[in-house]
């Protein structure tokens, strides 16, 4: 069965680099994985996507291994405002989309 | 662009009512899709499209049914609200079914049964 499961909280502070980790069994070669960033009372929104190896955009990087069971969403130096919940999402077998449960991130001062 | 929109942004049902929550999008995407949203779970997928006149079911299909008439508009009608369904929903689009393509979220629709 088709699992995506991350660390439920993590804590941090302002200009650390912050790495949440996402576990996908089950994972096969052509599904991508995607992370989300949702802020209270609003909808997820897209922070960056990849295949495999390592992606990097304006906001994050994202490090997927060989083996592709497992991926690493990185915040390089987080600030107050990325206080959010992070979502990991895969996309099993073409329309079988499956969240993690998601990763509370609370950066402090 | 108004991207993705969804109403109403809260409601109240008795047990056995029904319901239709709206989404519509302004961005020309074929592909549509509606999420639950439940403490604990993350997000699941409920039901979605890749096209008009086209729908499939997701995870968690039961109590919930879909049509895509236009390529605009997914409504995501309760037919027997049931206190199981309390949740916050939310509908999501994307240029395509291809997983490549990034999907972007409603605001949500909070929902309660009582």
């Known amino acids: 069965l088709a699992k995506t499961t991350q660390p439920i909280s993590m804590d941090s502070y302002e200009g650390q680099e912050v790495n949440i980790t996402c576990s996908h069994n089950?994972?096969?070669?052509?599904?991508?994985i995607t992370w989300y960033q949702q802020f209270p009372s609003q909808g997820p929104r897209f922070i960056i996507q990849?295949?495999?190896t390592k992606v990097t955009n304006e906001v994050a990087s994202l490090f997927i291994p060989a083996d592709r069971k497992s991926s690493t969403l990185s915040l390089p130096r987080v600030s107050l405002s990325d206080t959010a919940v992070y979502y990991c999402l895969v996309e099993y077998n073409n329309n079988d989309m499956r969240f993690g449960a998601g990763t509370r991130l609370t950066v402090k001062p | 662009n108004a991207g993705v929109t969804q109403t109403p942004k809260f409601q109240v049902l008795k047990t056995g009512q029904s319901m239709t929550l709206q989404c519509a999008q302004d961005?020309?995407?074929?592909?549509m899709s509606w999420y639950r949203q439940d403490p604990g779970m993350g997000l699941r997928l409920i039901h979605y499209?890749?096209?008009?006149?086209?729908?499939d079911q997701g995870e968690v299909p039961n109590g919930y049914n879909v049509s895509r008439s236009t390529t605009e508009d997914f409504p995501l009608r309760l037919l027997s609200a049931a206190p199981s369904q309390t949740s916050v929903y939310f509908c999501a689009s994307s240029y395509s079914e291809k997983h490549s393509y990034e999907q972007y979220f409603g605001p949500g629709t909070r929902l309660t049964v009582t």
């Open positions: 089950n994972i096969a070669t052509n599904d991508y």
């Open positions: 499209s890749v096209g008009a006149g086209i729908t």
């Open positions: 961005m020309n995407h074929e592909y």
């Open positions: 990849g295949y495999k």
